[in-house]
C-alpha cells in the first residue's frame, strides 16, 4: 500500500515535499504518478516518472515549479513542490502504474492522499 505524507498549510509562494513510502518487494516495478483533487472537482494529473526514475513527465499548470523524483532502495516517490499557488489547494494522491501516464485509469495502488492548502 501507498501513503502520502508532507501536505500542510502554506502560504503562496511557499515549497512544500510530498513522500509516498511503499510496502512490499516490487515498488521499482511500476512507475509512479502524483494526482490532486480540489473540492468539487475532478482527480487530475499532477507528474508522473518512470520505473527507472530516468524519465519524468508533468502537467501543464506544474511544469517549471514541480519536480518528481523517486528512490527504489528506500521505496518512495517525491513530489517537491515550489512557488505555490492557491489554485494547488488539494488533495495530493500517489498511485502506480505499468507504464508513465496522465491517465487516472490506468493508475492502482492508490494511497491514502495528504492535504495541501496554499493561501494567498
Known amino acids: 500500500q501507498l501513503q502520502a505524507s508532507g501536505g500542510g498549510l502554506v502560504q503562496a509562494g511557499g515549497s512544500l515535499r510530498l513522500s509516498c513510502a511503499a510496502s512490499g518487494r516490487t515498488f521499482s516495478a511500476y512507475a509512479r504518478g502524483w494526482f490532486r483533487q480540489a473540492p468539487g472537482k475532478e482527480r487530475e494529473f499532477v507528474a508522473s516518472i518512470s520505473r527507472s526514475g530516468n524519465n519524468d513527465y508533468y502537467a501543464d499548470s506544474v511544469k517549471g515549479r514541480f519536480t518528481i523524483s523517486r528512490d527504489n532502495a528506500k521505496n518512495t516517490v517525491y513530489l517537491q513542490m515550489n512557488s505555490l499557488k492557491p489554485e494547488d489547494t488539494g488533495v495530493y494522491y500517489c498511485?502506480?502504474?505499468?507504464?508513465?501516464?496522465?491517465?487516472?485509469?490506468?493508475?492502482?495502488?492508490w494511497g491514502q492522499g495528504t492535504q495541501v492548502t496554499v493561501s494567498s
Open positions: 498511485a502506480a502504474a505499468p507504464f508513465p501516464s496522465s491517465q487516472a485509469a490506468q493508475y492502482g495502488d
